[in-house]
T-cell receptor, first 110, second 115 residues
């Protein structure tokens, strides 16, 4: 079993849809949960991070962590074509080293 | 603005060649990382460094070495390139902050093809 699992997609949705992206993990020591966005031919950029369980909202984006289920989600409301990218979840027990999921490729169609 | 640059966007090499991938960051970050990114496998850590002349093995160091002679520069070396090292290589840097984790800033990547 991989340490972090993520549905690779691709996921295609119409503009304005609500998008749900998910990751599961096996290491209960993970405390920090991050979502990175990677546009084509670019490096990943940090989109959001959450510490421990709970929700965090930033504009159209909401990150949720359920540590009891070892499950994290990223919701995108009112999705836009500019949201088309690969979304990578990443996790860390503490500090520098992250474990990344394989990424979900999202296409938002106008 | 935060900047991590990588020496080449695309590179084609032959089996057995020695390959150097260079990464430079201008943020005075202590930590630097080399990953490879493959479809379905995500980012896998090859090597990292917490200080000049320091290096630590990541999850998949076999076939690779690194060099960090200056704080801003971290080089990945393929001593004898093989076809299974064809991949996207991403460099990242980070600095200890007050959030409990250190945000990693990535370069644009080098797509290496070994023929």
């Amino acid at each position: 079993q991989k340490e972090v699992e993520q549905d690779p997609g691709p996921l295609s949705v119409p503009e304005g849809a609500i998008v749900s992206l998910n990751c599961t993990y096996s290491n209960s020591a993970f405390q920090y949960f991050m979502w990175y966005r990677q546009y084509s031919r670019k490096g990943p950029e940090l989109l959001m991070y959450t510490y421990s369980s709970g929700n965090k909202e930033d504009g159209r984006f909401t990150a949720q962590v359920d540590k009891s289920s070892k499950y994290i989600s990223l919701f995108i409301r009112d999705s836009q074509p500019s949201d088309s990218a690969t979304y990578l979840c990443a996790m860390s027990a503490y500090g520098q080293n992250f474990v990344f999921g394989p990424g979900t490729r999202l296409s938002v169609l106008p | 603005d935060v900047k991590v640059t990588q020496s080449s966007r695309y590179l084609v090499k032959r089996t057995g060649e020695k390959v150097f991938l260079e990464c430079v960051q201008d943020m005075d970050h202590e930590n630097m990382f080399w990953y490879r990114q493959d479809p379905g496998l995500g980012l896998r850590l090859i090597y990292f460094s917490y200080d000049v002349k320091m290096k630590e093995k990541g999850d998949i160091p076999e076939g690779y070495s690194v060099s960090r002679e200056k704080k801003e520069r971290f080089s990945l070396i393929l001593e004898s390139a093989s076809t299974n090292q064809t991949s996207m290589y991403l460099c990242a840097s980070s600095q200890e902050g007050d959030r409990g984790f250190d945000e990693q800033f990535f370069g644009p990547g080098t797509r290496l093809t070994v023929l």
